[in-house]
């Protein structure tokens, strides 16, 4: 079992930057696949990056690349998600989320087994 909790949101203007945290307890985090997910008003939950357990391999979704960047600290038991130059279209619920998975990376929801409680961020002017 996997406690998930996130913090970082907010409410900032389009262009400005944010740094979600993802804490972790339970059993070990670094055996964890991570990712983010985020559900826009109205609309389905979404990838948005997934690392592997020790951060070597990262995969982000399309809509993201060049602008966030993922990163995990197993000593700390916490995973970051960096959003720059943020847009309108990045206002969503983040969640993150941990996958018992080997050798692979997973952008599919079905696949992560724990998720936390999500955390709001909103882009507006």
């Known amino acids: 079992q996997v406690q998930l909790v996130e913090s970082g949101g907010g409410l900032v203007q389009p262009g400005a930057s944010l740094r979600l945290s993802c804490v972790a307890s339970?059993?070990?985090?670094?055996?964890?696949?991570m990712g983010w997910f985020r559900r826009a008003p109205g609309k389905e939950r979404d990838f948005v990056v997934a690392?592997?357990?020790?951060?070597?391999?990262?995969r982000y979704g399309d809509s993201v690349k060049g602008r966030f960047t993922i990163s995990r600290d197993n000593a700390k038991n916490t995973m970051y998600l960096q959003m720059n130059s943020l847009k309108p279209e990045d206002t969503a619920v983040y969640y993150c989320?941990?996958?018992?998975?080997?050798?692979?990376?997973?952008?599919?929801?079905?696949?992560?087994?724990?998720w936390g409680q999500g955390t709001q961020v909103t882009v507006s002017s």
């Open positions: 690392i592997s357990q020790g951060g070597g391999r990262i």
């Open positions: 339970g059993r070990s985090f670094s055996a964890y696949v």
């Open positions: 989320a941990a996958a018992d998975l080997v050798g692979r990376l997973a952008d599919s929801i079905r696949e992560y087994k724990y």
